[in-house]
């Protein structure tokens, strides 16, 4: 930010700062306001909600819909099912991008050119939806929560950027310890790792956010409803197909639940991505520069 | 990624570099078990889309079809198909005219603001929606666009309209498809291009300004000149995607009453596969998506390496 910050050192604030800031401040808000109107509309009762024309005050603040959702729907579990397997995947995707990252810093390994291409084949063509799915279903992991952990475990573009990052650690830190004997997987166990923490942290975001939000792969293999982590619940509720009663009759209303579903789902990434914004904006940098 | 060996290792024996780097080799067996399982296994699978497929027979055992190109051909005959090739063009088109110039706009004005804290703050505000899956962001529209007590049509009806279904008209999906693809995708999108601006030598600035140059021509005349580069490469990449229209935001946003206009190729493929069990006319379809695909993208990467000197790839 160093020479934004020089270049409107420049000149003093006036008009067109202002009117650049207005309207740009503008569209920000317009972007946040959808999610405030749900986060209203899950506190509100069902007078507040069917009195408001425009923003939904809720006058007569509830927590009803949450109990619901919470105490009387499986959202509740969903939501701690989701944590799980975000959790799990962020470990094992971690593990193998980050080998496979080390291996394509290896430029002058033979085979690193082999190596090389046969990621890079798998990132210009793929064998589609059907024989994948049929894949995955061959392994038998249909209906198993594994279904979308597994297959999953390396995102192609996120491999290339960590290697990037891995190529920051200087040479002379990997001569050094060769020199002291160490072999490549303690280098990369004690050195590299530990000296790409940054970087580490910031492709673990990118899969968390991915396996967080991810309702399409629970779709197409896990089948019993019991299973369904809480970004499905959520798809469900915009297809009509969930299998929990939202218009039961009970102290909140129906898009007072739906809104507490969706609220709770998002609220994890919402608190995270402001803090996490310097290591994701960094990732979308180093995934840009070229070698 | 040029060889970049030196003589030096280049003059040791195969064998013996080969050992030096044995544990690196063996680092990547589950990386390259990985790829051969969920990458390579399913690219062999596409055979299936030219044989009739039993699972109990497995792929080879599959009988070939006769003609092999049958699915092909059904295919290429069905409105259906036509269909979903149009809107997939049409969206993909519409989307580089309004989704691909708006996160550059963004960033040239973001630049602008002197007020740290406050672009700080409306650019942790306009990256959220990214974040969130295009299931929230769908739910969200269909709450605000409701017919029963949805905010767009409350504030409709309060100035004398009547109450629109904006989701089941053919006219408004377009609009809404876009709205929604900017909502969620526009702030990201612009981080690219601020990094890029970071990066514009601050001295053209100050001899600009001695010049007496205005702002806007500043960014006319130096910064988007010097974030042109970038702005072509991910240009072409754009058009070299236009056969992914985003499977993500249609199917959230669509349903029956707009096919129409809103089934494009990656949706047709789902409910063709998925939907209706047809796996070997999904999977040639999926082929031909991926076929097209790749001679775009192949197309694409040439013309940057010819405009660039470097591949988007290498």
């Known amino acids: 930010m160093m020479n934004v910050r020089k270049k409107s050192g420049l000149f003093a604030p006036h008009a067109f700062d202002y009117i650049v800031s207005a309207v740009l401040l503008l569209f920000a808000l317009g972007c946040l306001y959808p999610f405030v109107h749900m986060l209203l509309i899950s506190f509100a009762s069902e007078g507040d909600y069917y009195s408001a024309v425009t923003i939904v005050i809720p006058r007569h603040f509830t927590l009803n819909a949450y109990a619901f959702v919470l105490l009387e729907s ?6 701690l099912e989701s944590v799980l397997i975000t959790g799990i995947y962020i470990v094992y995707a971690l593990f193998l991008t980050s080998l496979g990252a080390y291996a394509l810093t290896k430029t002058q390994m ?42 999953f475990g390396i995102n192609s573009f996120y491999m290339i950027i960590l290697r990037n990052f891995f190529k920051q650690v200087p040479d002379s830190v990997l001569e050094a310890c060769k020199l002291d004997g160490a072999n490549e997987f303690t280098i ?9 923490k940054a970087a580490l942290i910031t492709i673990g975001l990118f899969y968390l956010v991915d396996k967080w939000n991810d309702w399409y792969w629970p779709m197409i293999f896990i ?21 929990i009663d939202y218009s039961a009759s009970d102290l909140s209303y129906r898009s007072g639940k739906e809104a507490a579903t969706i609220i709770l789902s998002i609220i994890p990434i919402a608190m ?16 840009s520069v070229k070698e | 990624m040029r060889h970049t060996a030196s003589p030096n290792t280049m003059r040791k024996p195969l064998g013996k570099r080969m050992r030096e780097y044995g544990i690196v080799y063996a680092m990547i067996v589950p990386v390259i078990a990985f790829y051969l399982v969920f990458a390579y296994f399913p690219m062999y699978g596409i055979v299936i889309s030219f044989k009739e497929y039993y699972a109990s027979r497995g792929i080879l055992g599959s009988e070939w079809l006769d003609p092999v190109w049958k699915n092909f051909s059904w295919l290429f005959e069905q409105e259906y198909f036509v269909r979903a090739l149009r809107n997939t063009i049409v969206i993909s ?31 942790t505000m306009m990256y959220l929606p990214y974040f969130f899956s295009w299931a929230v962001i769908a739910s969200i529209v269909y709450s605000l666009l409701a017919t029963n007590n949805g905010m767009v049509n409350n504030i409709i009806t309060l100035l004398g309209g009547e109450r629109v ?66 702005i072509v490469v991910l240009f072409i990449m754009q058009v070299g995607g236009i056969m992914n229209a985003g499977f993500d935001p249609v199917f959230n946003l669509y349903n029956a009453s707009v096919y129409n206009v809103a089934d494009i190729l990656d949706t047709y493929i789902y409910r063709l596969g998925i939907g209706s069990g047809e796996y070997e006319r999904a999977a040639a379809l999926g ?22 000197g470097q591949g988007m790839y290498e």
């Open chain 2, 165 to 230: 279904n904006f989701l089941t008209e053919e006219r408004y999906f377009y609009v809404l498809l876009i709205f929604a693809e900017i909502w969620k995708n526009a702030g990201w999108g612009s981080v690219i291009y601020v990094a890029a601006i970071t990066n514009v030598n601050a001295d053209l600035y100050e001899a600009a300004k001695i010049d007496g140059c205005s702002r806007l021509r500043m960014m006319r005349s130096i910064t988007v000149p010097s974030i042109l580069p970038i």
């Open chain 1, 223 to 243: 089948n019993s409803s019991e299973k369904y982590p809480l970004a499905l619940e959520v798809r469900n509720i915009l297809s009509g197909t969930s299998s």
């Open chain 1, 74 to 79: 499986r959202i509740g579990l969903s939501f």
């Open chain 1, 110 to 151: 033979p085979g690193h050119k082999i190596f090389f291409a046969f990621i890079l084949i798998s990132m210009f063509f793929g064998g589609g939806l059907i024989p994948f799915y049929l894949t995955v279903r061959g392994l038998g992991l249909i209906d198993s929560w594994a279904s979308v952990i597994i297959p």
């Open chain 1, 188 to 196: 990369f166990l004690r050195f590299v790792l530990p000296l790409s």
């Open chain 1, 272 to 287: 995270i991505v402001p803090f996490a914004q310097k290591f994701l904006v960094r990732g979308v940098m180093i995934g």
């Open chain 2, 287 to 308: 082929l031909f998506k991926a076929v097209v695909n790749i001679v775009l993208l192949l197309g694409c990467n040439t013309l940057v390496k010819k405009l660039t």
């Open chain 2, 93 to 123: 088109l519409l989307k580089l005219v309004t989704c691909f110039p708006i996160p550059i706009i963004l960033a040239l004005f973001l630049s602008e603001i002197p007020f740290r804290r406050l672009r700080r703050g409306i650019q």
